[in-house]
T-cell receptor
Framework: AQTVTQSQPEMSVQEAETVTLSCTYD???????LFWYKQPPSRQMILVIR??????QNATENRFSVNFQKAAKSFSLKISDSQLGDAAMYFC????????????FGQGTRLTINP | GAVVSQHPSRVICKSGTSVKIECRSL??????MFWYRQFPKQSLMLMAT?????????EQGVEKDKFLINHASLTLSTLTVTSAHPEDSSFYIC????????????FGPGTRLTVT
């Protein structure tokens, strides 16, 4: 079974600075998807960014980018120019490429933005 | 975009009663829906996967008879918590996928259940 580990329960960053959230995973599969989700105080889950394992290029979405290291099974999220609205719980998630579409979530990292 | 709604957003029920939570895909057909449970300050725990017209597949440790899931149409799945007890109090979240090999799950806003 796949597992996802987020070793940072809490992180904080000054507004406008850059922060990196860590995520590692364990799988025997070669094809899969990785995601970062944001859960603000409203509790609504929001997709931040996704990465297909077969793609070598790191995904980027505006201020959000990932560092995907397939051999190391690492998938970190970098948030540049942090904004107050980025404050939330961030969850890393894994999904198999085929078969069951269920997501396996990490424990989450609570990100605080200091003004 | 794809919108998923849940109803109710909050519900309080007495111990021993049953409560039903609805999950609807508003602008797409959801071939697969998922039900998650989230305890305070914790991650999402998958409870079950439901496909339209089929019996739900429950994760290990989830009581099938306690958490009844019905996916009667391509836009509606329901979760019924039967004979609820205070330990069932939690935040329940559903999500849905379009199917056809697409990767994204669209999440509902969640339902807070409190059992007194």
């Amino acid at each position: 079974a796949q597992t996802v580990t987020q070793s940072q329960p809490e992180m904080s960053v000054q507004e406008a600075e850059t922060v990196t959230l860590s995520c590692t995973y364990d799988t025997s599969e070669s094809d899969y998807y990785l995601f970062w989700y944001k859960q603000p105080p409203s509790r609504q889950m929001i997709l931040v960014i996704r990465q297909e394992a077969y793609k070598q290029q790191n995904a980027t979405e505006n201020r959000f980018s990932v560092n995907f290291q397939k051999a190391a099974k690492s998938f970190s999220l970098k948030i540049s120019d942090s904004q107050l609205g980025d404050a939330a719980m961030y969850f890393c998630a894994y999904r198999s490429f085929q078969g069951a579409q269920k997501l396996v979530f990490g424990q989450g990292t609570r990100l605080t933005i200091n003004p | 975009g794809a919108v998923v709604s849940q109803h109710p957003s909050r519900v309080i029920c007495k111990s021993g009663t049953s409560v039903k939570i609805e999950c609807r895909s508003l602008d797409f057909q959801a071939t697969t829906m998922f039900w998650y449970r989230q305890f305070p300050k914790q991650s999402l725990m998958l409870m079950a996967t439901s496909n339209e017209g089929s019996k739900a597949t429950y994760e290990q440790g989830v009581e099938k008879d306690k958490f009844l899931i019905n996916h009667a149409s391509l836009t509606l799945s329901t979760l019924t918590v039967t004979s609820a007890h205070p330990e069932d109090s939690s935040f329940y979240i559903c999500s849905a996928t379009r199917g056809g090999g697409t990767y994204e799950q669209y999440f509902g806003p969640g339902t807070r259940l409190t059992v007194t």
